[in-house]
Nanobody, 115 residues
């Protein structure tokens, strides 16, 4: 069954912003530590940011200072606000639990940063 549905990607110019959303389909979603991951062509999934059930956050070095992860328990949704985007942020972005559960990978949402 579908666990997580990502949305919000698109084409943006360098320096621009996007907000990604990840909706959870089960009420137990709120107790998970959730992560935003990205996968560039030919590369493995990379954990970009994570948030615990009590909203403690952690970021990769490339995301720190530019990305913000948050969650809305009522909406069962996790967000990733991405600012000051760079071409190297181009990837398919996924949400999953942290650590990731292999069969929970969804379709992801494509982010392209290009002028």
């Amino acid at each position: 069954q579908v666990q997580f549905v990502e949305s919000g990607g698109g084409l943006v110019q360098p320096g621009g912003s996007l907000r990604l959303s990840c909706a959870g389909s089960r009420t137990v979603f709120n107790v998970y530590t959730m992560g935003w991951y990205r996968q560039a062509p030919g590369k493995q999934h990379e954990l970009v940011a994570s948030i615990t059930s009590d909203a403690s956050t952690n970021y990769s070095g490339s995301a720190k200072g530019r990305f913000t992860i948050s969650r809305d328990r009522v909406k069962r949704t996790v967000y990733l606000q991405m600012n000051s985007l760079k071409p190297e942020d181009t990837a398919v972005y996924y949400c999953n639990r942290d650590p990731a559960i292999p069969h929970y990978w969804g379709q992801g949402t494509q982010v392209i940063v290009s002028s």
